[in-house]
């Protein structure tokens, strides 16, 4: 599992200390993006469609496009803008209208269908999966049995699950879901807390992995709530 640590990173000294990690740079706070690209082994480009909607702004499709065309450098990759408030085909226009085909990520929401799930992992290399005000509580039992739903699906759909990346969802590190990746600004929130230190963090984070398998669960005896909460930010 690659772990993406979210940015703003501050001051400048913090984010330079970690060098040789992953970063997720969000188009609605860009400014560290240079130096992630420098000194990170990849870059998410985050499409910054939550934090637009929370702020009650529009996504800025054309700007977002100039934006990845500038950093979608070799190693990194981009999540498809998507409409947080949207249907199907609000998302599903958008993932068509997309024009890079490669390093390009849709986003499957928790309360769309499935099926559509499984359509969008035969079409892409890689899904992220976000969370919706139905299912906003992870770690919850409703939480659970939606994830198993869909991981259940999938596995009767495809020989090994394929690659997922659960958007803010690094609580998921070390759980019993084969994610590929996830991301959180937990260290760009707290590292100044005096327990924490920015290494210290991301190597604590990137040191819990998720399996690689997926055995089908019976949705009726889904996993009792996690014992800690979960930070998906």
């Not at 990690?21 to 998410?44: L, W």
């Not at 599903?92 to 085909?101: E, G, H, I, N």
């Not at 590929?180 to 929130?189: E, H, L, N, Q, V």
Request: hydrophobic share 35%; net charge neutral; with cysteine.
């Amino acid at each position: 599992m690659i772990h993406y640590h979210g940015t703003p990173i501050s001051p400048r000294s913090i984010l330079t200390e970690l060098h040789g990690k992953h970063f997720c740079v969000s188009h609605a706070h860009p400014n560290d993006i240079a130096k992630c690209c420098e000194i990170g082994q990849s870059v998410m480009l985050d499409n910054g469609a939550f934090s637009k909607w929370k702020a009650g702004k529009d996504t800025d499709f054309n700007g977002y496009v100039d934006w990845v065309e500038e950093w979608l450098w070799p190693a990194n990759w981009c999540v498809i803008p998507d409409v947080i408030d949207g249907d199907t085909k609000d998302n599903d226009r958008l993932v068509r209208s997309w024009p890079f085909k490669r390093q390009s990520a849709p986003v499957w929401h928790m309360n769309e269908p499935t099926s559509r799930l499984v359509g969008l992992c035969r079409d892409w290399a890689l899904v992220c999966i976000g969370s919706t005000v139905m299912y906003g509580d992870p770690g919850s039992l409703r939480w659970h049995q939606r994830i198993d739903e869909a991981f259940n699906d999938l596995a009767k759909t495809f020989r090994r699950i394929p690659p997922l990346h659960m958007l803010r969802g690094m609580a998921m590190s070390g759980q019993e879901y084969p994610f590929a990746s996830c991301d959180s600004t937990d260290i760009a929130r707290n590292h100044n807390r005096p327990q924490n230190g920015a290494r210290k963090m991301a190597d604590k984070w990137d040191g819990q992995q998720c399996p690689g398998r997926w055995e089908l669960r019976p949705l009726q005896q889904s996993m009792k709530p996690l014992g800690q909460p979960a930070d998906m930010s």
